[in-house]
């Protein structure tokens, strides 16, 4: 028997509930914008978080109360703060206080936005703020592409239009392969993986950089395999530096070969006057993707990819249909099109919200701190009894040791230091070896929080 058709749609009624809940729900999202910082806070185990919540999917519903009162008491403290300023690990977030706010107003407009016909207004908006990227990293007119969920998807995306384009020139011939520093993200190996292409390994120089010669030598020792692409660089994530563009962009012209930059962490210093002048040579990539959840601060999820010749990668990713098929008789910009993708949150609106508000001069400025912030972090590490800086930082990472300390102690110290409440900085390892990393993007981030860190080390 079919179950009766409802006739009480209280799953999307506005009543005095809901309006209720709105209320607490602002009151809520205000006060968790307010506080500066938020608590550091820090996981539980699985057990600990069942015995605090109890069962909460089930047939009759906990109600809007009990189901928020979980989510503040229990689940939002066993979440990591990553805006805080003492999280300094990884690759941390800050999103502004207009992006964050804007992010609601995308939630509650259910714009879809893949084809133009339904988000015009919307695509139109991140198309703008993907030009002011392509006009960054100097592409022509032309150039677009889409925001999608991560660096991850946005390395994905390229390779697999990088190869269809191989393919469409070259056919097939020889196994495939794409090269790349060791210092690329993991995230290269993985689309790489699931493209099943190899990854052939270009020597990094004694910063870890990805070099012409060293591409140019990598390139010409391959005899089993065809290179069909390259990825630099826009930020190795560990050390923060940038790979050789110019000398990849200058080899992968004369050999007709892909050249995709990973920005991913590194691409928002692109708007930064005293950054800029690192990545000298992205005019001559093919694509590149940079993530506003980093360093552009948007709120996650939202990475912005850009093609030189997006007819390429529409070529390449579209999908057919019989039911898609109305759309491309009406053809204006379907961001579906140029990534690994369909539906689509218009996630790049927070970013064109705060930038459209603020201006470029301000995210200038913004990012420009964290850059500064980390040449005097290393300064302050440099001064201090016991600790060793390991390189000059390029763009927002420091990497430096304390001497005698094995991993086991560096995760110790890392571990009590969460668990105080003070900060969130962990090792990592470079060329082997266990040491600390910061990586500040962070405006509200300042030199007495490093110190606050680098007495916990004394
Ligand atoms: C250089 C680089 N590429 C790719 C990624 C993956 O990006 P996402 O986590 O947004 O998928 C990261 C993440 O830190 C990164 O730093």
């Known amino acids: 028997m079919l179950p009766p058709v409802i006739k009480d749609p209280s799953l999307h009624k506005f009543d005095d509930r809901t309006e209720l809940l709105a209320h607490r729900i602002f009151e809520y999202v205000l006060d968790r914008i307010r506080m500066s910082p938020a608590p550091l806070d820090g996981p539980r ?20 109360d009990e189901t928020f009162r979980l989510f503040k008491d229990v689940l939002a403290p066993a979440c990591i703060s990553s805006d805080h300023p003492r999280y300094l690990s990884f690759v941390p977030t800050a999103p502004s206080e207009a992006a964050t706010l804007f992010d609601l107003v995308v939630s509650a407009s259910s714009i879809y936005g893949d084809w133009w016909v339904e988000g015009a207004g919307a695509i139109h908006a991140e198309n703008e703020t993907l030009r002011w990227l392509a006009g960054l990293a100097g592409f022509p007119e032309g150039a677009g592409g889409t925001f999608i969920s991560g660096g991850t998807l946005g390395n994905l995306a390229a390779l697999t239009t990088a190869r269809q384009h191989w393919r469409t020139h070259h056919g097939r011939g020889l196994p495939l392969a794409i090269a790349a520093a060791p210092s690329a993200h993991s995230s290269v190996r993985l ?27 990598a390139l010409d020792a391959v005899t089993d395999r065809q290179v069909f692409a390259v990825v630099a660089s ?13 000398g990849a962009a200058h080899i992968c012209t004369d050999r007709d070969l892909w050249l995709h930059v990973d920005a991913a962490y590194g691409g928002a210093a692109l708007a930064s006057t005293i950054g800029r002048p690192l990545f000298a040579g992205i005019e001559g990539a093919d694509s590149f993707v940079v993530d506003p959840h980093k360093w552009l601060f948007s ?16 070529g390449a990713l579209t999908q057919h249909a019989e039911y898609l098929e109305t759309l491309e008789t009406n053809y204006e910009w379907n961001p579906s099109d140029f990534a690994v993708h369909m539906t689509r949150r218009v996630r790049g609106l927070p970013l064109w919200f705060s930038l459209a508000s603020h201006g470029t001069d301000a995210y200038d400025r913004a990012i420009s701190h964290s850059i500064l912030l980390a040449k005097e972090a290393a300064r302050m590490i440099e001064a201090t009894a016991g600790l060793e800086l390991l390189m000059e930082p390029e763009l927002s990472v420091v990497l430096f040791r304390k001497v005698g300390w094995t991993p086991e102690q560096y995760q110790t110290w890392s571990d009590e230091l ?10 990592t390892v470079y060329n082997g070896e266990t040491v600390l990393r910061f990586c500040f993007v962070n405006p509200l981030t300042t030199s007495d929080d490093v110190q606050l860190i680098l007495d916990e080390l004394a």
Do not use: H, W
Request: aromatic content about 6%; glycine content about 12%.
């Open 45 to 64: 185990t699985p057990a600990e978080l069942t015995a605090a919540t109890g069962k909460m999917i089930t047939s009759y519903g906990l109600g809007y």
């Open 418 to 427: 969460l668990a105080s409440g003070l900060a969130f900085v962990v090792p």
């Open 234 to 246: 826009g930020g190795a994530t560990n050390a923060g530096i940038v790979d050789d563009l110019a």
């Open 299 to 314: 709120p996650f999820d939202c990475a912005a990819l850009v093609y030189r010749q997006p007819g390429i990668a529409r």
């Open 191 to 217: 689309a790489a993986m699931v493209l099943d292409v190899d990854v052939i390994t270009v020597a990094g120089d004694e910063r870890g950089r990805l070099t012409g010669p060293a591409l140019l030598a």
